[in-house]
């Protein structure tokens, strides 16, 4: 085993997990999985690159861990993203026994640094996706972002109705959004203070 790459790993990993992910999004469960599924993921490398093993068992190995792993809990696409962020650190650790120690880490760096810059607020600033219930069943999508653009003052770019419900009179819809011009000014005169 490389240990100096072992080393690089753990120190990508828990920064990924606990410097970038759970200040941000602040679920422990997912940060502790990234760690376990990076370190899951470098042994296993790890352990397949010393064996005589055929490169096909190795590829489905991964698929059955990665595929057990999603279907067991709703991921958003940002979870996802971190998520396989450390599948990539960990196989990049696990197999650098055929790279330098420098391009290793300089790969690791470039996941890290991607997800911190597209995860920033400066980046994705004023964009949401939410899941509401609203209170109405409103079938016409025209009508429902009008009628959540009112109860909420964010701008509605789009909506899909997950579920309607006459029985109920609610209405569940996936939503993608911008702040409305009154959050905005709040957000900026709380920068300013």
């Given at each position: 085993m490389n240990y100096p790459l072992f080393a690089v790993d753990l120190t990508a990993i828990g920064a990924l997990?606990?410097?970038?992910?759970?200040?941000?999004?602040?679920r422990k469960d997912l940060a502790v999985a990234l760690l376990g599924v990076n370190i899951g993921v470098f042994a296993v490398t790890t352990a397949l690159s010393t064996a005589t093993v055929g490169a096909g068992l190795g590829l489905g190995l991964f698929g059955v861990l990665s595929i057990i792993r999603l279907r067991s809990t709703e991921l958003s696409q940002v979870e996802v993203a971190y998520y396989f962020a450390a599948l990539a650190i960990g196989l990049i650790g696990g197999m650098g026994e055929g790279m330098s120690l420098g391009i290793a880490a300089l790969l690791i760096a470039a996941i890290i640094l991607a997800l911190a810059v597209a995860d920033s607020k400066l980046v994705m600033t004023g964009s949401s996706h939410m899941t509401l219930v609203v209170d109405r069943a409103l079938s016409n999508p025209e009508e429902l972002a009008r009628y959540i653009?009112?109860?909420?003052?964010?701008?509605v770019r789009e909506v899909?109705?997950?579920r309607l419900d006459y029985v109920n009179d609610s209405t569940m819809v996936d939503v993608?959004?911008?702040k409305g011009r009154a959050q905005i000014r709040e957000t900026k005169s709380l920068r300013a203070a």
């Open positions: 997990a606990f410097a970038l992910y759970y200040p941000r999004h602040r653009e009112r109860r909420t003052d964010m701008k899909s109705i997950v993608r959004c911008s």
